[in-house]
């Protein structure tokens, strides 16, 4: 998963869950640990993130253990990675990762503008791991549609290798 190519997405938390089935996921998450100087660098399990393209990035804590993250739940008050709705931004990974789980907050629809739908576009297939309810996926899983009546939360699964 490197690129969102129409992002309206206000917040991400990137987590790498390595050698886990889906089926064994409840209750485990390494979540990146992010610079809080650089903001936009962060460590994930021996891979360094770095996220680019994102406007103004921010560091905030988010409650990442309701029903919306189910199969992975993780602290009511996890570091996050935030920016600015309308952001295209490009996730790297260096060494490559594999079963990268992407917390998502506030996807929206809902106050994204237009169009009315908002689709993410990722240049990998990923799976619903947890919440995103009023979500499609489509276009060989690499595409999810957002409603615009909704801020869209939960859990994507990306097999890997991730880079």
Do not use: H
Request: proline letters at 7%.
């Amino acid at each position: 998963m490197r690129r969102l190519t129409s992002s309206w997405l206000k917040t991400i938390a990137l987590i790498l869950l390595s050698g886990w089935s889906s089926a064994a996921l409840a209750d485990v998450g390494i979540p990146t640990v992010w610079d809080p100087v650089l903001i936009t660098t962060g460590n994930l399990a021996g891979s360094t993130v770095t996220m680019l393209d994102a406007q103004s990035p921010s560091l905030e804590a988010f409650d990442l253990s309701g029903p919306d993250y189910a199969a992975a739940r993780l602290s009511p008050s996890t570091v996050t990675f935030n920016f600015s709705t309308r952001s295209d931004w490009i996730a790297t990974f260096d060494p490559p990762i594999e079963n990268l789980l992407l917390y998502v907050v506030f996807w929206r629809g809902v106050a994204g503008g237009p169009p009315d739908i908002i689709t993410y576009d990722f240049d990998q297939p990923f799976t619903l791991l947890s919440g995103l309810g009023g979500t499609t996926v489509s276009n060989g899983n690499t595409r999810l549609s957002v409603q615009p009546d909704i801020f869209a939360e939960g859990i994507l699964e990306f097999a890997g290798p991730v880079s």
